[in-house]
């Protein structure tokens, strides 16, 4: 791996770091970011999936503050994750590369309404018991859909786990993001132990993105914690929006 090579990734992985933890969809930059530098999709995606893993803790860790009251949710919707992102990576193995290309803008769109409706959607989830059999079948169930996705690419996934969060849990922007960054990180981590032990794995790009990775994650923290509710949820949608062009383009 050459220097220009090397410091792009790096960029890329700091870039990642921080949109993954104030949004979600970093996997969108040092993605194309791989296929540029002419590795293989597949070996991309499992690079990639490694590679953001480190931002993922390092957002975790500086959002400690927010999980130290969530922890009994994080416990539960963790599991229904890693499921997902377990099932996602062993789908990535098998199924055709653009097998999501289609559903996933369509999902994206739907969690940005869900984002723009989130006010109303908590208050409403503010009347209604979290624990009630429907409530907990129908978030769980979208948990692990939205795991599926994130072991199997994972772009944008944290838009989707924000928006589901928001609509069904009574909690501030900034807690429901520290529930968030920890769902997904079990997703990944759960994708992660099958790219391992399959192969194939890119370990120098993978380092250089997870060191900045690294370091944006604790960017994206700073960041987002400054920021008001409405104006996380305005970034949000334009990410979201950005997120569903590229898809589609590409």
Do not use: C
């Not at 690419?153 to 786990?161: K, S, T, V």
């Not at 997703?187 to 380092?207: C, D, L, Q």
């Amino acid at each position: 791996m050459g220097f220009f090579q090397a410091s792009m990734l790096f960029i890329a992985g700091i870039a990642a770091g921080t949109i993954n933890t104030v949004v979600g969809s970093g996997s969108l930059i040092t993605f194309p970011a791989l296929l540029a530098f002419g590795y293989p999709p597949l070996i991309a995606n499992m690079t990639n999936n490694v590679g953001v893993l480190p931002g993922a803790m390092s957002g975790a860790f500086a959002y400690r503050k927010e999980l130290k009251t969530q922890w009994h949710r994080v416990a539960r919707l963790s599991i229904m994750s890693l499921l997902g992102g377990l099932g996602g990576a062993l789908l990535l193995l098998v199924l055709p590369a653009q097998a999501f290309k289609s559903i996933v803008p369509v999902l994206v769109f739907i969690a940005l309404l869900l984002v723009i409706f989130q006010p109303w959607l908590r208050k409403r989830a503010a009347k209604r018991d979290e624990r009630h059999s429907r409530n907990v079948i129908v978030r769980d169930t979208a948990i692990f859909m939205t795991g599926l996705y994130g072991g199997y690419f994972g772009a944008a996934q944290g838009i989707l786990l924000i928006s589901i969060l928001g609509a069904v849990i009574d909690e501030t922007i900034h807690k429901l993001n520290s529930i968030k960054i920890m769902l997904a990180l079990a997703a990944n981590s759960a994708a992660a132990v099958v790219f391992v032990i399959r192969g194939g794995i890119s370990w120098p790009a993978a380092g250089v993105i997870a060191v900045g990775s690294l370091i944006g994650g604790q960017l994206g923290a700073t960041i987002g914690r400054r920021l008001p509710a409405n104006v996380y949820r305005a970034i949000i949608v334009v990410v979201g929006i950005i997120a569903i062009v590229k898809l589609v383009a590409s």
